[in-house]
């Protein structure tokens, strides 16, 4: 079972509210007009990510959100 998967299902256990963005890839992340902070999910990377930088001019990344952060 994906990590994904298992959080989905605590989040529906638990009647959490909420979502991000889900990408089928990396490379489908998008480069520009991004705010600080804000989250996506990649499901072939079963991985989220956050986007730090200055959403002003877009000079940031994204960054790997680690899996037992609990954000």
């Given amino acids: 079972m994906k990590y994904s998967d298992i959080k989905e299902q605590i989040a529906i256990d638990s009647k959490v509210v909420g979502s991000v963005p889900v990408y089928a890839k990396n490379s489908n992340l998008p480069v520009s007009g991004n705010a600080d902070g804000q989250r996506v999910f990649v499901d072939s990377a079963d991985r ?24």
């Fill in 48 to 71: 989220s990510y956050i986007w730090i930088g200055n959403g002003e001019n877009d000079y940031g990344g994204w960054y790997k959100i680690p899996k037992g952060a609990g954000l």
